[in-house]
C-alpha cells in the first residue's frame, strides 16, 4: 500500500497569512494527488484534484502544486472559514489512502 | 439536487452485522465510481470499498471478507454489507463518488456520513 505522509501535524494561522501543507508518498504517484477540507461534524469536501486543479466553486486562494512524490496546498491568504483539517489523499493505486490530515487552527 | 444520502447505521454488537445504504439523487450511480470511506471517532480518513461503473470491487484489507458492496441500479443506490463487525469498524460511514471520465480518483460528492458503533 502506498503510505501518505502530511506536515505538519497542525499549524496555527491568522487571518491573511500564507499557509503551506506538504504530502509526500511512499511511492511515485504521479500527479494522482487529491486535497480535502473537513470542518467538525461535516463530510470532506474536494478542493484539489490531480495535484493542482482547483474543483469547481472552490476559491482561487487554494493552490496545489507537486509531482512523484512531494506535493504542496497552498492557501495564499488565510480567511475565518479555512480554519478546518486537511487531508491528501492518493489515487494512483487501490488502496486508495489518506494523509494522516493536518489542522490548521486560529493563532 | 445532486446528493449523497446515507443510511443504516447504528448501535449493534460485536460479530454483528448492519447494512448501510447510500441513496443517490441528481445523478445515475452506476455511471461512476461509488465509495465507502470512513472516520473513526477523532481519527482521519479510510478508504473502505469502491463498486466500478462496470461491477467490478475492491476492498481495503482491513473488511475484505466481512464486507461486501453492492449496487441497485433500480433504486439508484449503493450498499454495504458489514458482518462479523468488530470494535475497530466504529466510525463515521460516508459515500462518495468518483466521477467519470479525468476525475483522478478523486470524490467530489459526499454524504453526511451514517455513524456505526460496535460495542456490547
Known amino acids: 500500500d502506498i503510505q501518505m505522509t502530511q506536515s505538519p501535524s497542525s499549524l496555527s494561522g491568522s487571518v491573511g497569512d500564507r499557509v503551506t501543507i506538504t504530502c509526500r508518498a511512499s511511492?511515485?504517484?504521479?500527479?494522482?494527488l487529491n486535497w480535502y477540507q473537513q470542518k467538525p461534524g461535516k463530510a470532506p469536501k474536494l478542493l484539489i484534484f490531480?495535484?493542482?486543479s482547483l474543483q469547481s466553486g472552490v476559491p482561487s486562494r487554494f493552490s496545489g502544486s507537486g509531482s512523484g512524490t512531494d506535493f504542496t496546498l497552498t492557501i495564499s491568504s488565510l480567511q475565518p472559514e479555512d480554519f478546518a483539517t486537511y487531508y491528501c489523499q492518493q489515487s494512483y493505486s487501490t488502496p486508495w489512502t489518506f494523509g494522516q490530515g493536518t489542522k490548521v487552527e486560529v493563532k | 439536487e445532486v446528493q449523497l444520502v446515507e443510511s443504516g447505521g447504528g448501535l449493534v454488537q460485536p460479530g454483528g452485522s448492519l447494512r448501510l445504504s447510500c441513496a443517490a439523487s441528481g445523478f445515475t450511480v452506476s455511471d461512476n465510481y461509488m465509495n465507502w470511506v470512513r472516520q473513526a471517532p477523532g481519527k482521519g480518513l479510510e478508504w473502505v470499498s469502491v463498486f466500478y461503473s462496470g461491477g467490478a470491487t475492491v476492498y481495503a484489507d482491513s473488511v475484505k471478507g466481512r464486507f461486501t458492496i453492492s449496487r441497485d441500479n433500480s433504486k439508484n443506490t449503493v450498499y454495504l454489507q458489514m458482518s462479523d463487525l468488530r470494535a475497530e469498524d466504529t466510525a463515521v460511514y460516508y459515500c462518495a463518488r468518483d466521477p467519470l471520465p479525468g476525475s483522478y480518483h478523486a470524490f467530489d460528492l459526499w454524504g453526511q456520513g451514517t455513524m456505526v458503533t460496535v460495542s456490547s
Open positions: 490531480a495535484a493542482s
Open positions: 511511492q511515485y504517484i504521479s500527479t494522482y
